[in-house]
Every structure is written in structure tokens, then in C-alpha cells.
């Protein structure tokens, strides 16, 4: 849905000569920056309308894919990451819509970090119904609407053409595909954000608020704790900018390096813990149980993604999916080819326990690759 945005602009042109006129035009200007000219002395009434809608399914948007851990540099024992994204999935067969969508990560950044939250081998926050997100978030601007069974491509970084530099990294640049974007926040290093690809519309940039300290949003490429939260009776920018919201890591000083925002737990609607192949054993959760009570591992630096499995029995249970899916020796417990059936017109339904170890699974490349 594209919410417009009315710029009122009256030009005014005189015609040479003695009896020049004046003539008023009302130019409607777009959120993907094309515009439409108006002659006023056609228009009878001009009236404002809430493109506001209520939120449905909300519950049923879910974290289909995390790509983070970067891929190889070509003809180099190096590795490129500045190409990190996510997918959004509708896991249902009806409509979805999410006002005051946000994105967040949990403190510490790494799951082998020091981790003060923790006390007596439990996390601090567990009894306190939040969860401490790091640096900032980042939220839509405007309602996210999917239809059943379709997604929505996120770029946290690096929102052009990565494979013009690097074969094996990601192309962004695609109108239907969103981008963290917004230099003013603070989130300026042009190293993590070049100017996104034309083809991308400004309305499909995310906005953010930095409270912590730092010129960028630091997604860990080893192994974050990723999560996606609606704000509810106020917007995330309101929320975020609020200082009452803010918490400290225990043992750490009360400044900007080390301000967490307390989401709610009850905000959350998806989340997934991962943890570095490795140095599993030095990992620790910080997502609560109830939000998800294991983790999937990664070994970055190899162009793998998170991906969440199938729920085998729930696919195939639609009838429309006869004969369209997929199966192969897939990494997916299932045994279905999630994006290969989708091309084929199946419609997949993933897993949802809240158990990263149940529910996802290292893949071979991001899917979107597969496009």
C-alpha cells in the first residue's frame, strides 16, 4: 500500500501582455517521487483520508530467513559482509497488516561476549517481562501489508547491486525490496550504507533511532539475537526517544556506549538466537524462553543464511499444493525445497514453536539469490 503524500504547490505563471492571467495547478506528489499536475478550476473538493488500517494477523508475520554471517570475497581468502538482510513472511492464507512494525537486537551483540545480564546463571530481565535492545531500532514507515502466503525482502546494509563487487554476495536492487536507510538518525557510515539503489523507493526506506553510540547499527555477523516487535498505544519513535525506556547492562557505566531500550516482551512477535558454529560452547541465550527457548548455529563468512524449516505436515495438508511441492536433499528437516516449490506455486507453511533449534536451519546461500 503506498501512502501518498500531499504536497500542495501553486505555481504561478503569468502570460505576457496586457491581459496576462493566473493560472493555479495542485501538484500531487508521490512517495516514489513521480508527480501529478492538477488544474485547480477542475477540482470541486479537496478532502484528507487516514490511510490508516487496523492490524490483522499479525501474529501470523513471521522471520523467514536471517542472513548474516557475510560470503567470500572473489579470488580472496577474505570475506565481505556488508550485504546483511532479512525476509518477513504472511504464514497464513489470509491478509496480514502490522502498524508500527520495528526491528531491534538484543545486548550483547554476540552470544561468546560477556554477558553482565545474566546473575546466578540466569538472565536479569527474565522476571522483568523485556528484553535490553542494543544501539537502536529501526521501524517502517508505513503499515506493512502482506497478502497470504508472500514476503518482503529487508536489507540492513549495502541496499544496491553486491554482486557487481562480489559474485557471491546479494542484489538488493529491486523495487519490491526494503532498506535500513536514514542517515540523519546517525546511522551515516557510508561503508555500511551507500546511497541505495534508484530502483528502491524512498517509502520502502526504514527509519531509525539511535540512543546508543556509534555511526551504525551493528548487526553481529557471527551471531546476533534478531527480533521484530510492533509498538502498541505509541510509535517506535516515540517509544525509543523516551528516556524512561532506557536500562543500562549491569556493571557497565550509565552512558550512551551502553544504552539498551527495554521492549516488552508482549511487543515481540518474532524472534531467532543464533550462535557461532564456532564457539557454541561459549555462547549464552538472550532471548527469554517464551520468546525462544533454543538457537540455530551458523558458520559464517560462506554466504549461508538462517532459515526456517517447513512444517511438512501443514504444506501439505493444502489442497492447493497437490502435485507442486518439491522434495530434495535439502537441508531442511522436511525434506521439502521451500523455494522451489514456491516457484513451482506451492504455497509453504513454515514452523513456528519459538525454538530456533526446532525451527530453522543453516542453508547453503540466502534464497534470494535463487531469484
Known amino acids: 500500500m503506498k501512502k501518498i503524500i500531499l504536497v500542495f504547490i501553486a505555481i504561478f505563471a503569468l502570460a505576457t501582455g496586457a491581459h496576462a492571467q493566473c493560472v493555479w495547478n495542485m501538484i500531487v506528489t508521490h512517495n516514489d517521487g ?29 522471520i523467514k530467513e536471517l542472513y548474516n554471517g557475510g560470503c567470500p570475497k572473489d579470488n580472496s581468502t577474505s570475506y565481505f559482509q556488508m550485504d546483511k538482510g532479512f525476509i518477513l513472511y504472511n504464514n497464513c492464507n489470509q491478509e496480514a497488516i502490522i502498524n508500527n512494525l ?3 537486537m538484543v545486548d550483547p551483540y554476540n ?18 517481562s523485556f528484553i535490553p535492545a ?11 501489508v502482506l497478502q497470504p502466503y508472500t514476503q518482503i525482502v529487508v536489507s540492513c546494509m549495502g541496499a544496491i547491486d553486491n554482486t557487481q563487487t562480489y559474485s557471491q554476495s546479494i542484489d538488493y536492487a529491486d523495487p519490491a525490496y526494503y532498506t535500513m536507510y536514514d542517515p540523519e538518525s546517525g546511522y551515516n557510515n557510508t561503508t ?36 521484530i516487535f510492533q509498538t502498541k498505544g505509541i510509535t517506535p519513535a ?9 536500562t543500562y547492562m549491569p556493571g557497565k557505566a550509565a552512558t550512551a ?14 524472534g531467532v538466537e543464533v550462535y557461532s558454529a564456532g564457539s557454541i560452547n561459549n555462547c549464552q541465550k538472550r532471548l527469554t ?64 514453536t519459538n525454538n530456533s533449534s526446532n525451527d530453522f536451519h543453516e542453508r547453503q546461500a540466502f534464497s534470494v539469490r535463487d531469484k
Not at 508527480?35 to 487496523?54: E, L, Q, Y
Request: aromatic share 12%; with cysteine; hydrophobic share 35%.
Open 134 to 144: 542494543a544501539n537502536g531500532i529501526w521501524y517502517f514507515q508505513e503499515p506493512l
Open 289 to 352: 524462553d517464551d520468546l525462544d527457548a533454543g538457537y540455530i548455529s551458523l558458520t559464517n563468512k560462506l554466504g549461508h543464511s538462517e532459515y526456517r524449516n517447513v512444517d511438512k505436515s501443514a504444506t501439505e495438508a493444502l489442497n492447493e499444493n497437490k502435485g507442486k511441492l518439491i522434495y530434495s536433499d535439502s537441508t531442511d528437516p522436511s525434506g521439502i525445497d521451500a523455494e522451489a516449490s514456491i516457484k513451482n506455486g506451492a504455497h509453504i507453511i513454515y514452523q513456528d
Open 257 to 270: 556506549v551502553n544504552r539498551c531500550l527495554k521492549i516488552p516482551n508482549e511487543w515481540i512477535l518474532d
Open 102 to 104: 520495528a526491528v531491534g
Open 238 to 246: 516515540e517509544f525509543a526517544n523516551n528516556t524512561d525506556n532506557y
Open 34 to 62: 513521480t508527480a501529478d499536475t492538477i488544474a485547480t478550476s477542475t477540482v470541486k473538493n479537496v478532502s484528507f483520508v487516514s490511510t490508516t488500517r487496523k492490524d490483522k494477523n499479525t501474529d501470523q508475520v513471521i
Open 111 to 128: 552470544a561468546d561476549a560477556t554477558n553482565n545480564w545474566y546473575k546466578d546463571q540466569k538472565l536479569s530481565y527474565a522476571d522483568s
Open 192 to 227: 555500511f550504507y551507500p546511497t541505495p539503489s534508484d530502483l528502491i523507493p524512498t517509502s520502502h526506506y526504514l527509519k531509525a533511532v539511535e540512543y546508543g553510540q556509534g555511526n551504525a547499527w551493528a548487526l553481529s555477523f557471527k551471531d546476533p539475537a534478531f527480533f
